[in-house]
Structures are given as C-alpha cells and as structure tokens.
C-alpha cells in the first residue's frame, strides 16, 4: 500500500535536518507522518500542524496558516520553515502562497502542494525535492566530490548505511557534500558545490533540474547492497570522475568464511521481496549473491497486490517492511525487514549498515539469525510429526 | 479485524497473573510511552478510533473510503501500535475522484472486500477527502445491502469532525464535580471515532429482541489487551455468581453478538455513553454506567451491588459480594499487617481516578501514607486549561479532606522535592510522573498499578501480594548508572527530552489546538 503524496513530501521536507515542517492538515495526517518518523528518532520532533478543523472547512484554513506560521518563526531556533499542504487545504483551495506573503518572517519558508490524493509517497518525495532547488546556490565546485540524492531520515538504518557510503567513498578519494534529504539547510544550499549527483532509486528529478541550473552530471544507481551492489557503487562513481579504484581487491571475506556451512545451506532459498525501491537492489544481493530464488518482486509502485502471489509461491523467507509481518505469519516464514516503515524494530547503532561492504556482513548475519531463531519453525516440525 | 485471541478459561495461579501481567507490559506495553509522548505534540485522527473499533469486531471489515495514504498510517492506530491492522482495504482516492466523485471506486470495493473476505459486516468509513466531496456513502451501502448478504453500514469517521479542547475542558469539570457526587458525569462530547461506530452499529445493524431477564452487555474494548479479558473474566465469574447472565461484550464479539444485543436489559457502558441512551430509546435497554468510584473495596462492591439492584437481584448481589469481598479482606489483611510498618509516599497521574487511587491506597491497602503527589502533566498535555486544572485540584483535595486522609497532597512536584519527599519516608510508590529518582526507596509501579483499576476485589489482593513479597524481599533502587537517568527532561512533561525542537513542538501544539479547536462542539 502506497503512503500516499504527503508522506513522501513529508518525509523529504523532514530530511532537511534543522527545518520545521509545518504541516497545513487536520490532527490526524500530522500524527500518521509524525509518529512513523519518530520510530526513526525519539528525540528529533520538529513538525507541527495548522489544526484544520469544521471550522476551517467552512472559513477556510488561511488563518490558522497564518497563526501557525507567526508561531512557529517565533519558536523555533530554525533557519527554516517547510509548509506541507495536505488533501484538505488543496480541496478547499486555501491560497497558502498569499497567506506566507502576508506575514513577515525572520526564517525562510518554503512550500509545496502535497495532497495525498494527488500522487504516490515517490512523488511527493520528487515534487519536495525540486521544491528546494530555488534555495540551491551557485557556488565553486568542490572537485571529486558528490552528492547522494533518494535518502529519507526515516529510512531503516540510513545512519549507518551513510556512514558505510561515506566511508568507501573516502577510501576511493570522493568525497560527500551533500546528502539528500538527510542535510542540513546550509548543506542543501550547497549542494550545487557537487562535481556530480549519484542518484539512488528516487530522486531523479531532482538531479534533473541540478543538471539544467547548475550543470552537474548525475548517474542513477542501485542501492549498494551486498559486495557487488557496493562495487557497482564504487564503479560507477570512480568511472565518472576517473579515480579506478578495484574494490574487489580490498573484499574481506573472512566474516563470511566463518559461516560458509550455513551459506552454503541456504543457497537456493525461494524467497519474497517487497518494498519502496529499495526492494529491486535487495532483491539482487539475494539472488547474486547469497544465491536465493525471487519468487515475488514488488516496489509498491502501484496498486500490484503482491500478498496473493507470495501466498501462492515457495517462499521461505519474505523481506519486506513491518506491513508485512502478518503475511509472514500467515506462511510461518520468517520477515526479514529492511524497507520503511519499520515501526517494530529500532536502528539505534550507525555501525551496523546494510549498505556497503560491512553491511553486507550485516545483512547476512541478521538473515542467518532470523532464520536460524525462526520461533515458529520447531512448532511446525510438531504439527507435521 | 478477523483476528481472534482465544480467551484462558481456566483461572490463572498467583504466578501466572504477575507473569502475565509482566509479560504483557514487557511485550505490548513497550509503545505506551512513545504514544503517550506524542500525544503531547499532536492527536491521532479520529479515523483511527473507529479503525480500533472496527478492529475489536470478529467478522467485521472496514473500508476507508479515501486516498492510499489514509490507509497506510491508520493501520497503526495509536491503541494497539503493538498490533497493527493489517488488512486495512481502501478505495485510493485519486484526484479525478476528487472531481467527478469516488462513489463507484467505493462500490467496486464494498464488492471486492465481500468476494476475498467473506465478512459478516462491512464498515465504511469516509475520511477528510471524501466527506468534503460528498459521496453519498450512505445511499451506497443500502443499495448494495440488497446485493450482498452482509450488513454494510457507514460510519462518521472525517478526520476534520474531532472533537475540541473546549469540549474536553468541560469533560474534565464534570469529572471534577463527580468526585464530591460520586455520580457518573454525564457530559457529551464528540467521539473519538469509537462513539462514531458504537452508535452507528445501534442505529443501523442492532435488531429488535425478546428481551432476557437478567442478562447484560459489558461495553469491553480490549481484544488484544490482556488487562481487559482478565477483568471481564472476574466480572463474568461474579455475575453468574449473582444470576447474572452476560448476553455480550461490546464490541469485543462477532457481528450476530452485535445484532442481538437488545436481547439485553441492562447495558453495562463506560465510556459511550450516547450508543446506551440510544439503545435505551430505541430497544428499551437500561443503562448503568460504569465509573471511577467503581474502583475500589467499596466502589467494587457498589458496583455488583447497584447493577444487581437494577436487575432485581439485590439481595443476591449483596450476599455474593459481601462474601467476596469479605474473602478479600482477611487476604488483605495479612497483607496490612507488613503495610502497617513502613511509611509511604505515593506519586499518580492527576485524571479522572486520582482520588479513587488514593482512596485505595488510604483505605484499603491502609498504607501509612505521609505524602501523595498528583501530577497535573497529563492533563496540560491534553491542554486543560489551568482553570480546569485548578477546579480539578481544589475538589481533590476537599474530597480528601472529607475523606478524612492524613496525608500532604503535593501538586506537581519537582525531581529535587520528590527526592526530599522520599528521603522522609521508607518507600516512595511511584507511577512515574518524574524521572526515576536514584539513590531512595522508590519503587516503580506503573507495571501493575493498574491491578487497581479492576472490577473486582482480586486486582486489589494481587497488587497488596506484589507489594507485600517486594517489601519483604526488599526491592533493587533506581541506580544511578541507569541510562535512563542520565538525560535531562522537561520538567513540566515528562517524559519529554529536553531538547528545544521538542519544547517548540510542544509549545506549537498547545497553541495550534487551543486556536484551531474554537469551532468545535
């Protein structure tokens, strides 16, 4: 099921790490977008909302727009200040550019159109994210570096799988400038300082429009899963600028020897994937690398209902998102999961990647123990015996 | 929705009932603070009260009849985090729905959701989106009620009816006033998208019914919650005791349950109040409410005793609770005795069953209590107005002043003065209303405190047994390597960090809703 064009405008707007995200909606879709990023980080609360009530059905929303906004320059140790309009404000036609014009502010404001209505979680994503190129600034380039553009703060584990990227990237001489949506309002502004945007699974639009304004090539790239998944990274990045690095030279497989009996157990797996975009680039590391079957392969793109074809398949194992825990329940599978939204699992420790070299070792020992401290698979031997 | 947890009928050992509790604290309870947290920087939608109560129905679907979004965050409702609904079929209203209508997408579900499910009831239930384009939802459902041989029934569920902080304001007044009564408050406010459902289902699926002398509904959300089934149990148990039959629990039951609860004569309601009046009007169903001065020895045994009363069983009633009750005062009692060593100090929430704790405390456990610290966080967080607030304070403290308790009330205490308050004292009870106060006798009972808020006499004797065997084993203190400790909070809402994006949330909140919820009822 699709999050819809607000979450996704709302999760690339809350990305821009010291803004406030103002939301112009009802209680409800500011608690729905606020509680499934706080599963992220507890301590990192800065959207509000306008409240829209009958009241402003019948009167219209402008004014609690308005009071919102005073508010919120006045509160705030912010430098800005993102407006996300939902379904609400856009069907009753609130004129929101007229009402930030009206007031006078010390924070910059910034808004977009995001009714829920209007689009799919991935597009909200994009239309929040060309929505901040007019803040991007021309500014000399910083050579051999690049921005990493499809990231959202409430991604699982993104911290850590950041810090991996970081990592490699400085091992082969790159630089990262900035990080989109997981920056800083200075840094986002700085982003044109980039030699290049490495756009992974979404975003594309974004770059897009940095290439037409600014010049900056970009590449797109899958999300760098697994040994391979992290040398296509490497590649295509040092490719571009000329660097030649051959990571497959630095691999360590030492971790992996340490389990290659159960390496060697697993291969063949059937296995079920499901996720945002995400889910092609695992979905790869499974089959690649690890040697498992993709029975079912789904983005969520659309309205694909993927759970039939799960159920009907061979499917041993499912990775997918916290959704999908009752699926896999209903097949006494284990879930392995790694795509938003994880609402029952915490990410806390930003050493522990799935992203990269070291996030490979990561994955492989998380689905080794999922599997192996599979609860259900002893009462299942007993129903059979 | 169609999941059902099967209830123990066999009666659970003393080890059995903590390690139940522990484990359902431990397991379920492990969202409790993070939701509660961020009801202090927002509300959840009222879209998601009548998911919840959708959810609580065996054999009962709710379609949202909105965009995908709506959808994909309401299968967490804030009540049960620890459980998501997952199938949750929405029509995805998309713009061109928005201009032409989306009452055909809604039909094409209602269809799709009867052929794959096969439910007994189909909820449907509009959101922001499709109550402003108005799609006859209604009109929907009666003609497809005539195709399909299940009962299809609409709910007001648009996020943008909640209710307003004016509306609880007066609700926690009535409170107020109740505690010097003892009388229910009987003050209405716009549902939470529970009420919604619960009158919907009396209005449109309940049937007439012969009715069954001695048989009663127990309003009982809490499916999934183990606290709940193991009150109902104690309450099932003793009503067959009086001759008491329980014709169903509402809405923790199936759709037929649902259709024959007129059968009822006595409702047995809590909190929806509108949906007992209604069946009152419509079925002839009496109604009793169930309160917080239902708490307690006494409150316990007025209750058994009023609602036998009202079924002609008052004799009955009083003979069976006297004996149990009688029971639980010679285990009490034994108990009272290691109480009656220690001196105490007790901390709990400020909200509608504050002065019933303290009664519990006081007067039935006869704790040796010096002091008892009300924290009014709560209430703020829920933007009570200080005047309320106030009122709510002024009667607390004159019913204990009628009461004739012996103890200091202290109102909002700070760390330094509850840490002053435990060194004068053996033991500090606390519900947390504070961060953990190291290097003192404060023992934390917020795991099994709500023992104390069963209909029955038992919760009482299980929560004195806990206390007494701690006290006896001694208890390990709050440490001061605890991580937990090391953060600096809020200190007007704990358990807030204190950070100022978090504050300014919060300040942004209380303002927002306080502005935006003048239009409200």
């Not at chain 1, 930003?350 to 080794?368: F, H, K, N, Q, S």
């Not at chain 2, 804030?78 to 201009?99: F, Q």
Request: aromatic content about 10%; some cysteine.
């Amino acid at each position: 099921m699709d999050g819809g064009k607000f979450f996704g405008a709302f999760r690339a707007s809350s990305g821009i790490t010291d803004a406030v995200v103002l939301n112009h909606v009802p209680v409800g879709c500011n608690w729905g977008a606020g509680m499934f990023k706080s599963f992220s980080n507890q301590s990192d609360i800065r959207n509000a909302c306008t409240v829209m009530h009958e009241r402003e059905i019948v009167f219209g929303g402008e004014e609690s727009l308005r009071e919102a906004l005073i508010r919120a320059d006045r509160l705030y140790d912010a430098p800005l200040i993102l407006v996300v309009a939902g379904d609400v404000p856009c069907i009753i036609g609130d004129d929101i550019e007229a009402v930030i014009g009206s007031v006078s502010l010390k924070k910059d404001v910034i808004w977009m159109e995001a009714a829920g209505f209007r689009g799919s979680m991935r597009s909200g994503y994009e239309d929040a994210l060309i929505n901040l190129v007019p803040v991007m600034e021309q500014c000399d380039q910083a050579a051999n570096s690049v921005n990493f553009i499809g990231f959202c703060p409430d991604d699982f584990k993104v911290e850590a799988d950041l810090r991996e990227i970081k990592r490699l990237m400085m091992d082969s001489g790159v630089a990262v400038n900035s990080v989109i949506s997981n920056c800083s309002y200075e840094e986002l502004k700085m982003a044109p300082a980039a030699e290049l945007n490495v756009v992974i699974g979404q975003g594309t639009e974004l770059a897009k429009q940095m290439k037409d304004k600014f010049g900056i090539p970009y590449i797109e790239v899958g999300y760098p899963y697994g040994l391979r998944g992290s040398r296509d990274l490497i590649d295509a990045v040092s490719d571009h600028m000329g660097l030649g690095r051959d990571l497959d030279r630095e691999i360590d497989l030492q971790p992996f020897e340490k389990i290659y009996l159960y390496l060697n157990d697993i291969y063949g797996t059937p296995t079920s994937v499901v996720g945002d975009f995400h889910a092609k680039s695992m979905a790869e590391f499974l089959c690649r690398e690890l040697g498992f079957e993709i029975e079912v392969l789904s983005t969520l793109d659309d309205d694909y209902n993927f759970e039939e074809e799960v159920k009907n398949s061979n499917s041993a194992i499912l990775f997918g998102t916290s959704f999908e825990q009752d699926l896999a329940k209903e097949m006494r599978i284990p879930l392995v999961r790694f795509s938003y939204p994880i609402f029952d699992q915490v990410w806390i420790y930003d050493d522990a990647p799935y992203a990269g070299l070291r996030g490979a070792v990561c994955l492989t020992e998380t689905i080794l123990n999922t599997v192996m401290g599979f609860e259900d698979k002893l009462s299942d031997l007993e129903l059979r015996a | 929705m169609q999941i059902s947890l099967e209830m123990r009928d066999t009666p659970l050992d003393d080890t059995d009932e903590l390690r139940e509790i522990f484990r359902d604290h431990t397991l379920t309870g492990i969202f409790q603070t993070a939701t509660w947290q961020y009801h202090r920087y927002c509300i959840n939608c009222k879209l998601s009260g009548s998911v919840y109560a959708a959810s609580e129905i065996e054999g009962a679907v709710p379609i949202i009849h909105g965009p995908s979004g709506c959808a994909f965050h309401q299968r967490l409702t804030p009540m049960r985090l620890y459980a998501p609904v997952y199938k949750l079929p929405c029509t995805n209203l998309d713009e061109n729905d928005v201009i032409y209508g989306g009452e055909s997408k809604l039909r094409d579900k209602v269809l799709e959701v009867y052929r794959r499910y096969k439910p007994s009831l189909i909820l449907l239930l509009p959101t922001c989106v499709s109550g402003l384009i108005g799609d006859d939802i209604s009109g929907i459902s009666q003609d497809l009620k005539a195709q399909l041989p299940c009962s299809i029934i609409p709910i007001a569920s648009e996020g943008f009816a909640h209710r307003s902080r004016e509306s609880l304001d007066g609700l926690m007044q009535e409170s107020a006033k109740s505690w010097k009564t003892s009388r229910a408050p009987d003050y209405e406010i716009r549902g939470c998208g529970q009420e919604e459902v619960m009158v919907s289902l009396v209005e449109q699926l309940m049937e007439e019914q012969d009715v069954v002398d001695k048989q009663v509904n127990i309003e009982s959300f809490g499916r999934f919650r183990y606290g709940s089934q193991v009150d109902l149990r104690e309450i099932k148990r003793i009503f067959n005791e009086i001759g008491i039959g329980i014709n169903t629990t509402l809405l923790n039951c199936t759709v037929d349950d649902i259709k024959r609860a007129p059968a009822a004569e006595l409702n047995i309601i809590t909190r929806n109040r509108k949906a007992g009046k209604l069946m009152n009007t419509k079925f002839g169903t009496g109604y009793f409410r169930k309160w917080a001065s239902h708490y307690g020895l006494d409150g316990i045994e007025k209750f058994f005793v009023e609602v036998g009363s009202k079924l002609g069983l008052e004799g009955e009633a009083e003979e069976i609770i006297q004996r149990e009750k009688r029971q639980a005062m010679e285990e009490l009692e034994r108990y009272r005795k290691t109480f009656s060593k220690f001196e105490f100090a007790v901390s709990a929430q400020g909200f509608f069953f504050t002065p019933y704790i303290a009664s519990i405390y006081a007067r039935d456990l006869r704790l040796p209590l010096k002091y008892f610290c009300v924290s009014t966080q709560l209430l703020r967080s829920m933007n009570t107005s200080e005047k309320t607030i106030k009122m709510m304070i002024d009667n607390m403290q004159d019913v204990f002043d009628d009461w004739d308790f012996g103890f200091e009330t202290v109102v909002n205490p700070s760390l330094d003065e509850m840490a002053e308050m435990a060194k004068g004292v053996d033991y500090l009870l606390s519900d947390r209303i504070t961060p953990l106060i190291y290097g003192n006798r404060m023992m934390d009972v917020s795991a099994v405190s709500h023992l104390l808020f069963r209909t029955s006499f038992s919760g009482i004797v299980e929560f004195s047994r806990y206390l007494a065997r701690n006290l006896h084993n001694g208890i390990s203190e709050p440490s001061g390597d605890l991580i937990l400790s090391k953060f600096h909070y809020d200190q007007l809402n704990y358990p807030i960090i204190e950070d100022p994006r978090c504050s300014a949330s919060r300040e942004m909140w209380s303002d927002m809703w306080s502005l935006g919820s003048a239009g409200g009822d």
